[in-house]
Nanobody
Framework: QVQLVESGGGSVQAGGSLRLSCAVF????????MAWFRQVPGKGREGVAV????????YYVDSVKGRFTISQDNNKDTVYLQMNSLKLEDTAMYYC???????????????????WGQGTQVTVSS
């Protein structure tokens, strides 16, 4: 059974940095889309970054481009989200998600992600 376990959230002042980690357990397929989503109370989950583990292709939403970096370790069983220049509006619960995909072209289908972690809170203060 696939399990995703996030860590690394916390509180930081605006302009600061945090790195989130997502450990992947039990995933049979080596090539998959791994994404980070975030959610604030009263709103739906927003996909912010995705990486295709097969070739390292990445994609970011405009609001985090140039500030966030998604990456994976060499074993492809941990995915990271390095968040720099954090803003107040980055405050949210952050979730790791996974989806099997034959190519990176499928990774932009945010609605298709079906395996989720428990989430880790990120709070940015002024």
């Amino acid at each position: 059974q696939v399990q995703l376990v996030e860590s690394g959230g916390g509180s930081v002042q605006a302009g600061g940095s945090l790195r989130l980690s997502c450990a992947v357990f039990g995933y049979t397929y080596p090539s998959r889309c791994m994404a980070w989503f975030r959610q604030v109370p009263g709103k739906g989950r927003e996909g912010v970054a995705v990486i295709y583990t097969g070739d390292g292709t990445t994609y970011y939403v405009d609001s985090v481009k140039g500030r966030f970096t998604i990456s994976q370790d060499n074993n492809k069983d941990t995915v990271y989200l390095q968040m720099n220049s954090l803003k107040l509006e980055d405050t949210a619960m952050y979730y790791c998600a996974a989806m099997y995909a034959p190519s990176s072209r499928n990774c932009g289908r945010w609605e298709a992600f079906g395996t989720w972690g428990q989430g880790t809170q990120v709070t940015v203060s002024s």
